[in-house]
């Protein structure tokens, strides 16, 4: 039986302040890919995931979970409710989650959260990179100085915080998944911030697969087009949100349970073993980034 598409297309008009809610979406965003079936990919690996309250992040926890792996759950504070759905949604795949609130923006904080982590599951095997910050503007003069330094702090700088921060405990095998977007691949009118720092962490993985590649660490990336996510309510205005995705060739925005998939290729060695600095675009249809 193939997937349903959602059947409310658009979606409706709607906004939240920042950092925002899943839980106050209209619809629920789909992350549980109830088609989806484990198969040990991922048997007792330990996998860290900034962001992973939520969206895309919590489908990967979720996923991640399935095929075996203990998570570890990056996040605001203010996220906490989402936080603790997705911690519920983990343990009813019978493995284990540890909720770490806290903003990588500081190197500080990474370093304690990873800490925090080793205490808890004794090693790292797998660390996702996907917590962001995006606000659209439709003029280049509206994005501040202390928001172009808040959008790379959160988008580029965490990464590199919670790279460094991981490596001393990762060994042979492990995986790096950096979360990138169709906006750094082709840019993006009124996410000018967001798009520069999502095509630095596109360069980012590249650069870092071949740095990490003797240490026999694989470093990939995925990079979405338009999916249904809280950035999009806190981000934009409501009717631009209720538009969000139909442009696409699949006249809608996708799920967080369609995208990660390909962060369990990306984390499996069984899958993926001889690929690394990719950024594997899923775009709803859309072919001339790829």
Not at 211 to 239: F, H, M, Y
Request: charged content about 25%; overall charge negative.
């Amino acid at each position: 039986m193939s997937k349903q598409e959602p059947k409310q297309q658009p979606f409706p008009p709607q906004t939240q302040p920042k950092p925002g809610l899943e839980s106050e979406m209209t619809p629920p965003p789909e992350y549980m890919a109830r088609d989806y079936r484990g198969s040990d990919k991922l048997k007792d690996k330990v996998a860290i995931i900034t962001g992973g309250d939520s969206g895309i992040g919590r489908s990967v926890a979720v996923l991640y979970a399935r095929e075996g792996a203990d998570v570890v759950i990056i996040y605001l504070p203010a996220e906490q409710s989402d936080a603790e759905e997705t911690k519920l949604a983990v343990e009813s795949e019978g493995r284990r989650a540890l909720l770490l609130p806290g903003d990588v923006k500081s190197a500080e904080f990474c370093r304690e959260a990873v800490a925090s982590a080793v205490r808890e599951f004794k090693k790292i095997d797998i660390l996702v990179n996907n917590a962001a910050y995006q606000q659209t503007h439709d003029r280049v003069d509206d994005i501040s100085d202390e928001e172009w330094a808040l959008t790379f702090q959160t988008n580029i700088f965490g990464y590199f915080y919670m790279v460094k921060a991981c490596l001393q405990y990762m060994q042979e095998g492990s995986a790096i998944i950096n979360c990138g977007s169709i906006t750094g691949l082709e840019g993006n009118k009124t996410l000018v911030d967001y798009a520069s720092t999502k095509g630095a962490i596109h360069a980012f993985t590249k650069s870092l697969a071949l740095n990490l590649a003797d240490r026999k660490i694989r470093v990939n990336c995925v990079a979405p087009g338009p999916i249904w996510t809280v950035l999009q309510p806190v981000s934009k205005p409501a009717e631009r949100v209720a538009e969000h995705g139909q442009k696409t060739p699949m006249k809608r925005p996708g799920q967080p349970e369609e995208v990660a998939p390909a962060f369990v290729f990306f984390a499996s060695p069984a899958d993926s073993s001889y690929i690394s600095g990719e950024v594997l675009t899923i775009l709803g249809g859309q072919t001339r980034a790829s």
